[in-house]
């Protein structure tokens, strides 16, 4: 079992800043890269970015790319997601994900 806790989200101006964690507890160890993902109101959930577990390998969604930076402490077991340059259509619930596991997610605004 491995439990997912994201925080983080708040209300924030558009072109602004927040940085979003993801820690993660239980067990652990795993080869499997994690994930972020978002949903908006009457959206479906789509991927925003991800980070191996070894190497730090990154990929992100083109909508979030130059924008959104995802990194990693393994010390901590927490997972980054620094979003500058906010805009309107960055409004979601982010989630975080590895594996088959998903946390509880955390609201982001953006206000126009």
Known sequence: QVQ???SGGGLVQAG?????SCVASGRTFSMSPTNWF???PGKEREFVAAIDSFRGDTS???SVKGRFTISRDNAKNTVYLQMDSLKFEDTAVYY???GTYWG????VTVSS
């Open 104 to 107: 509880q997610g955390t609201q």
């Open 96 to 98: 975080c994900k590895r």
């Open 16 to 20: 602004g800043s927040l940085r979003l």
């Open 4 to 6: 997912l806790v994201e």
């Open 38 to 40: 978002r949903q908006a």
């Open 60 to 62: 992100y969604a083109d």
